[in-house]
């Protein structure tokens, strides 16, 4: 597969704060539908799932790309916080992934921090619908706004997302935590 232009596509970033780490989602659409109208897809799918993320979970910002640059521009944006139990700061490393594939093979993946467990990880590190079920909610609005936002994977073409969700640990914060 050849490399693609990272500015392929137009891009949706929602900046966010998870147990004092700050985090990016970016979400690559289609152009036809306007950037801000998007952002507030996104904000109510948050507002729909608090129970998901921990109470130190806050998205606080929306940027935008337009296809062809790599210059990001503010989109109007009200702070998302969230209620109930806070992520344990020993668990900031700790993220969700939601992965899917387009017909070329290209992968998208969504890394989530900050998402609230009220049980162990599963031992085999995979989540679905009977072991998480606030995230089995949150993770069907999401692939319902992927739908309505048009949501790409870097060639432009519409994924076909996996119906489970991988629980993992960023590498990066675990060497820090043990340093």
Request: proline share 6%; net charge negative.
């Amino acid at each position: 597969m050849s490399p693609i232009n990272p500015n392929n596509t137009a891009r949706l970033y929602l900046d966010y704060v998870a147990a004092t780490k700050r985090h990016t989602l970016v979400i690559r659409y289609t152009t036809g539908i306007i950037a801000a109208a998007a952002a507030d897809i996104w904000r109510q799918v948050l507002l729909a799932n608090e129970a998901a993320f921990g109470s130190n979970v806050e998205f606080d910002g929306a940027r935008v790309s337009e296809l062809g640059s790599n210059v990001t521009n503010p989109l109007p944006w009200d702070i998302v916080e969230f209620v109930g139990t806070a992520v344990p700061t020993v668990d900031a490393p700790r993220f969700v992934s939601l992965v899917g594939r387009d017909p070329q093979g290209y992968r998208v993946r969504y890394y989530f921090y900050g998402v609230n467990f009220d049980t162990l990880e599963p031992a085999d590190y995979r989540l679905t619908g009977e072991e998480l079920p606030v995230w089995d909610a949150f993770q069907t609005d999401f692939l319902d706004a992927m739908t309505e936002t048009s949501a790409v994977t870097i060639a432009g073409n519409l994924p076909v997302m996996k119906n489970y969700a991988n629980v993992g640990y960023n590498a990066y914060y675990q060497r820090k935590a043990r340093g």
